[in-house]
């Protein structure tokens, strides 16, 4: 599980697009809290920087003439089988939108892409 850097979203083949869409969908739902190493530091941010994460991929999504299902559109949906956020409380938009996607993080994401065969 990974969240690639926001530079490399509209880059993404389609299967690592689709691929972080569940990912985050996972994340904003039960997966939320449960330890993975490439992704703790989401931990650590409100999840509504995580929605904001997800609309960047969804607007990637639709722009490829994909459609995402328009229920992840509200903060605090988190999937069928978790109940909503009751007070998820709005947090500014940043660039980036998670401090931790940073040039080595960039430089990382490309290597593990790179080690899959895609260039970017």
């Not at 904003?28 to 995580?50: C, D, E, I, M, Q």
Request: glycine residues 6%; charged residues 20%; hydrophobic residues 30%.
């Amino acid at each position: 599980m990974r969240l690639w850097h926001e530079a490399l979203i509209s880059k993404l083949p389609r299967q690592q697009l689709l691929g972080q869409h569940r990912e985050i969908a996972a994340l904003r739902g039960n997966g939320w809290g449960k330890k993975h190493a490439t992704v703790n530091y989401v931990f650590t941010h409100s999840p509504y920087k995580l929605y904001q994460f997800h609309m960047l991929v969804m607007s990637e999504m639709k722009r490829r003439g994909y459609k995402p299902d328009p229920k992840w559109c509200n903060p605090a949906y988190r999937g069928q089988n978790c109940p909503p956020y009751s007070n998820l409380e709005n947090v500014p938009l940043t660039s980036p939108i998670y401090p931790e996607h940073n040039d080595a993080y960039l430089r990382e994401c490309l290597n593990n892409l790179k080690e899959k065969g895609i260039h970017l």
